[in-house]
Each structure stands twice: as structure tokens, then as C-alpha cells.
């Protein structure tokens, strides 16, 4: 008959002591000060009664946490916001966490989360912006080895998968909704302008080739922030203080206006401030256009007239490229595996409130 296998009980009693005292003793756990006497019992009833701890079970072997690392320029804009909404929703569907870098803009910031990716092993990465070009090279060489999505600027030659956005067809929508309405002298208010934010510029270029395609191309006035603000770390109210503080800027310089653009709903929100603020009527004596239609642009005090472009949408669709890359890369075919380059877009849409109507017949202001 062969021997009973000794137990922790066993030992305990042996030694004198507690279960638990054999536990933590035997696991080297000290975090409860045992005296050397104690310690010497335990061990020498273990040895004695033959015990062995038991094994723990290991780790399954190539266990991974599900996860997706998205990469923003800021989260105080509500555009962001929506499409890590879409984002998140697709991901969770999947059974993937998020983890979140906010670069702010900041080149530094920007290579210091993509030197971490390999550490972090995602299964996948979103760009909700176009990554800076002098980190292209970096991005599409990690692309090899992990799945990427870049929501991004149509006209951007990327070779990684892409939810597109053609900024320059959204400038024309807006521009020529405001020449329908009769608007012959406008604005159009914008963060920097840099070559690294070309997207903007795109927006921007098509708002104007409209207007020139109109023969009215000098009655457009471009007022730009100063590139100094993207070098700074983005306040919650950075964008909406570029619109209200250049609009002041343009009223004092420009009396002819019956028009204002903002780049993005932030900026006509501000906008909307400066001109309230002056005594302006909207659209009475001045007509205001945003883009993005976010949440605050719907709300009845504001009913800001802007550009639909289907933002929660793109989250989930450069969620569900990721999702197609990484069932493509588990599946086998002929030996290898296949190599596809998404593509995405939505086409934007008008969406008219109550800040657009005709320009006023003559220059008047409510004072």
C-alpha cells in the first residue's frame, strides 16, 4: 500500500503552527515577521513528512492580451473624441482594449510612442491623423510587422492601410454653399498652416479654388494662426481661442465681410463668440460655417451650419482593418501570406442650420 502523500495540514501540526504560517513560510513569504524558530520548525517538518509544494499551472505558452494602440494629436478637439468613440465601440465588440497616446503635436512625443509599440506588442495600431512625414519610414516599417490604420488625408501617398478624407473636396462644399447664398466677401479662419499639417492646407485650397473657379478669388481673406501655437501643448480651449481671437482681428480689419469659416466646428464655435461679443447678428449681418458636425454643433442655441463627414464611422472602419489584417495573417494561402492595402472613404456631406443665410443687403450692424 503506498504511503498518503503528506499536506500542509500535516506539516502544521508537525511544526506546531498554523496552516497559513506553513504557507508563507514555505513560499518565502515574509511579509508577516516569523522568528528563526519558527521558520526552522516549518522547513524542518517539511522535510521530514517529505511535503512539496504544489505546482502552480503555467502560463499558456503565447498567451496575448488583446490590444489596439491609437495614436492622437490632441483629445481636446471633439472630433477626436468621436472617432476613438467609433474606435473603442468596434474594439470592444472584439474583445480589444485601447491604449490611448495623446502626442500633442509633438515630434518628440510622436517617436518616443512608436519606439514603444514593440514593447507593448499590440495587435494593432490607428493613427487618427496623418503621421508626421519625417517618421513615415518608422511607421511603415513597423507596418510589416504590426497591423496599421491611418484615418488621413486622401491626397497623402501612404503605403499603409487607410480611412481617407479628401479635405480638399470639404473646402469646395463649403465654399460653394456660400457663394449659392450669394457671399462674394468671406474669410476663413485656420490653425497654422504648416507643411506639417497639410491636411489643413488641403481644406483650406479647396474653400479657395471654389472661389476662384468663381472669378472671386480675391474676396477671400486667409487668417491663420501663428505656428508658434502648435509648438505649445494644447489647451482644452486652444482651437476655439483661435477662432474667436482672429474673428476680433478680422472685424477690425475688414468691413466688407458677410461670411466666416472655421477650419473645424472648435474654431466657429469661437467664432460665433467674437461675433456675439461685437454685436454682429448670425446670420443677419454675418454668416459662420464649421466642419465636423460634432455634438455641440447640433444643440439648438448654436444649430451651426457644417460638413458631415461620417467621423464615428471611420473609427470603426479603421478598427474593422485591423480586425481583416489580423484574421488574414492567421489564415494560411498557397504558403503565404496575402498583401492588401485598405482603403476607405465616406462622402461628405452639407449639413445647413440656422448660422447661414443670404448676405445682408447692406452693411448694418444691431448695436
Known amino acids: 500500500m503506498s504511503r498518503k502523500k503528506a499536506t500542509s495540514s500535516d506539516v502544521a501540526k ?28 516549518v522547513e524542518e517538518a517539511a522535510a521530514e513528512l ?54 500633442q503635436r509633438n515630434l518628440e512625443l510622436e517617436e518616443r510612442y512608436l519606439k514603444m509599440l514593440p514593447s507593448l506588442n499590440p495587435q494593432g495600431v490607428v493613427y487618427t491623423c ?15 510587422k504590426i497591423p496599421f490604420a491611418v484615418i488621413n488625408n486622401q491626397n497623402e501617398k501612404l503605403d499603409v492601410d487607410a480611412v481617407e478624407l479628401d479635405n480638399s473636396k470639404l473646402g469646395r462644399i463649403m465654399a460653394r454653399h456660400l457663394l449659392d447664398l450669394g457671399h462674394r466677401d468671406v474669410a476663413y479662419i485656420a490653425p497654422p498652416l504648416t507643411v506639417r499639417q497639410k491636411q489643413r492646407s488641403k481644406r483650406v485650397e479647396g474653400f479657395q479654388k471654389e472661389f476662384q473657379e468663381a472669378g472671386l478669388v480675391d474676396h477671400v481673406v486667409i487668417k491663420a494662426a501663428n505656428e508658434s501655437i502648435d509648438k505649445d501643448i494644447p489647451g482644452i480651449d486652444s482651437e476655439y481661442r483661435i477662432g474667436y481671437d482672429l474673428t476680433r482681428e478680422l472685424l477690425s480689419e475688414h468691413e466688407e465681410l458677410t461670411a466666416i469659416v472655421g477650419l473645424n466646428d472648435m474654431i466657429a464655435f469661437g467664432i460665433l463668440d467674437a461675433l456675439h461679443d461685437e454685436k454682429y447678428r448670425v446670420p443677419g449681418d454675418m454668416s459662420v460655417m464649421g ?31 485591423i480586425m481583416k489584417k489580423i484574421n488574414t495573417h492567421d489564415r494560411k494561402y498557397a504558403d503565404m501570406e496575402p498583401v492588401s492595402i485598405y482603403h476607405v472613404e465616406y462622402e461628405p456631406r452639407l449639413v445647413i442650420r440656422g448660422t447661414t443665410s443670404y448676405p445682408p443687403n447692406r452693411r448694418s450692424r444691431k448695436k
Open 14 to 41: 508537525r511544526a506546531g503552527v498554523s496552516q497559513a504560517t506553513v504557507s508563507m513560510v514555505l513560499n518565502k513569504k515574509y511579509n508577516v515577521s516569523f522568528s528563526r524558530e519558527v521558520i526552522r520548525k
Open 50 to 103: 517529505g511535503y512539496e509544494l504544489p505546482r502552480r499551472k503555467a502560463r499558456k505558452e503565447g498567451r496575448k492580451e488583446k490590444l489596439l494602440v491609437v495614436l492622437c494629436p490632441n483629445l481636446t478637439n471633439p472630433y477626436y473624441v468621436m472617432l476613438l468613440q467609433g474606435i473603442e465601440s468596434r474594439a470592444t465588440e472584439q474583445g480589444y482594449g485601447l491604449f490611448v497616446c495623446n502626442t
Open 130 to 144: 496623418n503621421p508626421s512625414r519625417c517618421y513615415m519610414p518608422m511607421v511603415e516599417e513597423l507596418s510589416r
Open 291 to 321: 466642419c465636423d458636425n460634432t455634438l455641440f454643433a447640433k444643440m439648438k442655441k448654436v444649430s451651426l451650419t457644417t460638413i458631415e463627414h461620417f467621423v464615428i464611422y471611420k473609427g470603426r472602419d479603421a478598427c474593422d482593418i
